[in-house]
C-alpha cells in the first residue's frame, strides 16, 4: 500500500510484464534474420560488386548502344504490357462486378485460375505453337485468302505472352476493390441517366484508382523482371535486362556489369514502388496487395 492508499504492483508482475513486452520483438528476430540473410546482404553484395569498376558499369548501361537498346527495349516493352494487363484485368473484373449471367461468371474464373495452374514454360511453348507460321491464326489467315504474318520471335509475341501470364493477378485486387463500391452508388448513378462508360467513368474509377494505379505499377515492376518469355517468345530481336545479365555472367564473364545493370533495375521498380506508397498511401497499397 503506497502512502496516499493506492496499491503498488507487485514487483514479479512487473518483471513479468517487462518480460511480456519483449515477446513481440523476439518473435520478429526469425523474420529479421530471414531479411538481412536473404534480401540486405545480396543487395550489398550487389552494390559493392557493382562499384569495382569505380562506377563505369553504370556509365556504360547508357552509353554502351548494345546496353541502351536493351535497357529500352525492357522498359517500353514493360510499359506497354503493364497497361495491356491492367485494361483487360479491368475488364475482367468490372464485367465480373455487374454480370447476372452464371455461365459467363464460370467461364470468366476459368479463364483465370487455369493460367495459374500452369508453369510459365508451359504457358510460352503454347503460345509459340498458337503464333507460329503453322499455328491457327496464321491458318485461319490461310483459309481467308490473307498472307500469313510472321508473329513469332517479335516484341508483338513477347508483349501477348506477359499479359497472358500477369492478367489473373491484375485481376484478382482489382475485382476486390470494384466489389467494395457500394451498389447503391452505381445505381444512382445509373437511375440519373448515366450511361455504362460514365458510370465507370465518374463513379468507379475515382473510387478504385488507388488500386488500379498500385495494379499497375507492380504490373511494370514484374514486367521488367521477366526471363523466360522474352526467350522463347522475343528471340534474338527482344533482348530483355535478363538476357543480358545471363550473358555478362556466363559468356563474358563480367559481373561488374551485371550487378550495375542488375542494381538499375532494382532501383526503378523501388522507386516505382515507393512512388505508388507517396500516391496512395501506405495503407491502400498494401490493401491493393491483398
Do not use: C
Amino acid at each position: 500500500m503506497g502512502q496516499h492508499g493506492t496499491v503498488l504492483p507487485h514487483p514479479g508482475s512487473l518483471r513479468y510484464t517487462r518480460g511480456h513486452s519483449r515477446l513481440p520483438y523476439l518473435l520478429l528476430t526469425p523474420l529479421i534474420v530471414v531479411l538481412l540473410a536473404f534480401v540486405v546482404w545480396p543487395i550489398a553484395v550487389l552494390v559493392v560488386e557493382s562499384l569495382k569498376t569505380g562506377g563505369n558499369s553504370y556509365v556504360s548501361v547508357f552509353t554502351d548502344p548494345t546496353r541502351a537498346r536493351v535497357l529500352g527495349t525492357t522498359l517500353w516493352q514493360s510499359a506497354v504490357s503493364a497497361v495491356l494487363t491492367l485494361l483487360l484485368g479491368l475488364l475482367i473484373a468490372w464485367t465480373l462486378r455487374i454480370t447476372k449471367r452464371k455461365w459467363l461468371k464460370i467461364l470468366l474464373w476459368a479463364a483465370i485460375i487455369v493460367p495459374m495452374w500452369m508453369s510459365v514454360v508451359v504457358k510460352n511453348y503454347a503460345w509459340t505453337m498458337i503464333l507460329g507460321r503453322q499455328g491457327p491464326i496464321n491458318g485461319l489467315l490461310g483459309m481467308l485468302g490473307l498472307p500469313q504474318v510472321d508473329m513469332l520471335y517479335t516484341p508483338f509475341a513477347v508483349v501477348i505472352g506477359m499479359v497472358y501470364t500477369l492478367f489473373p493477378l491484375a485481376v484478382m485486387p482489382t475485382y476486390l476493390a470494384l466489389t467494395s463500391i457500394p451498389e447503391n452508388l452505381i445505381a444512382a448513378a445509373k437511375s440519373l441517366g448515366a450511361r455504362p462508360w460514365t458510370v465507370l467513368g465518374t463513379v468507379v474509377f475515382p473510387m478504385a484508382k488507388g488500386t488500379i494505379l498500385v495494379v499497375a505499377i507492380l504490373m511494370y515492376v514484374l514486367t521488367a523482371g521477366f526471363y523466360v518469355t522474352p526467350i522463347i517468345l522475343g528471340g534474338s530481336r527482344s533482348t530483355f535486362i535478363s538476357r543480358l545479365v545471363q550473358d555478362d555472367i556466363f559468356l563474358r564473364f563480367d559481373t561488374a556489369s551485371a550487378a550495375a545493370t542488375s542494381v538499375i533495375i532494382l532501383l526503378v521498380a523501388v522507386g516505382l514502388i515507393f512512388a505508388a506508397v507517396l500516391a496512395v498511401g501506405r495503407k491502400r497499397f498494401e490493401e491493393a496487395l491483398g
